[in-house]
C-alpha cells in the first residue's frame, strides 16, 4: 500500500514504502538524522485493516518511513518484509483473538534471523492478562481501540530515542 499526499485516500498495492513525493517537508528537523522505518502488518486471517491503515498513516505524517504489507499475512512473511526492508520497528495488527499463537512465533522468528533489535509492538483486540503475558515475552506495548494515534507516534519515537541514547 502506497499512502498518498491527500490524506484519507489509500492505494493499495505490493508492499513499498509509503514516503510521499512531499517528503522533505515530512522529514524530521535534524536531517543528518535516519528516519525511523516502520512495518505495519495484518497478521492471520484478520480481513479488517482500517486501523492498520490508520497507524500507517499516523506514522507517515509524523516523519517516519512506512511500509505496510496487506491483509492476510504470516509471522514468516512479516519477518521477511522486516529483513527486506531494513526496518527499526514492526507494527501488528490483530483482531482475530490470534494474539497469544502470532506474538510469539514472530518474536521467535525475529530472534533466529537476527532482529533482537528490531521493536516489536501491536493493537487490536487483546485482553489485559494477554497484554500483560505478551510484554513479558519481549513485545513491547500494545494498543487497544480508542488510542490515540499521537500516543502511538509518541511511544516509538520515544523508543528509537532511548535506542540511540544506549548506543551512544
Given at each position: 500500500m502506497k499512502i498518498r499526499n491527500d490524506p484519507g485516500k489509500v492505494?493499495?498495492?505490493?508492499a513499498e514504502s509509503a514516503e510521499s513525493d512531499d517528503r522533505k517537508t515530512r522529514r524530521d528537523p535534524d536531517k543528518s538524522q535516519k528516519r525511523i522505518r516502520v512495518l505495519i502488518a495484518k497478521a492471520g486471517l484478520d480481513g479488517h485493516d482500517r486501523g492498520a491503515k490508520v497507524v500507517a498513516a499516523a506514522l507517515r505524517?509524523?516523519?517516519?518511513?512506512?511500509?505496510?504489507?496487506?491483509?492476510?499475512?504470516?509471522?514468516?512473511?512479516?519477518?521477511?518484509?522486516?529483513?527486506q526492508e531494513d526496518v527499526d520497528?514492526?507494527?501488528?495488527?490483530?483482531?482475530?483473538?490470534?494474539?497469544?499463537?502470532?506474538?510469539?512465533?514472530?518474536?521467535?522468528?525475529?530472534?533466529?534471523?537476527?532482529?533482537?533489535?528490531?521493536?516489536?509492538?501491536?493493537?487490536?483486540?487483546?485482553?489485559?492478562?494477554?497484554?500483560?503475558?505478551?510484554?513479558?515475552?519481549?513485545?513491547?506495548?500494545?494498543?487497544?481501540?480508542?488510542?490515540l494515534t499521537t500516543d502511538i507516534v509518541s511511544y516509538v519515537r520515544s523508543w528509537k530515542d532511548s535506542k540511540e541514547a544506549a548506543q551512544s
Open positions: 492505494i493499495q498495492g505490493k505524517d509524523a516523519g517516519m518511513e512506512v511500509i505496510y504489507t496487506g491483509l492476510r499475512q504470516t509471522p514468516e512473511m512479516i519477518v521477511e518484509a522486516a529483513i520497528v514492526i507494527g501488528i495488527s490483530l483482531l482475530s483473538g490470534a494474539h497469544m499463537t502470532i506474538f510469539p512465533k514472530i518474536l521467535t522468528l525475529m530472534k533466529e534471523k537476527g532482529l533482537a533489535e528490531v521493536l516489536l509492538f501491536g493493537g487490536g483486540i487483546i485482553p489485559e492478562k494477554d497484554i500483560k503475558a505478551l510484554k513479558e515475552l519481549g513485545v513491547g506495548e500494545l494498543f487497544t481501540p480508542g488510542t
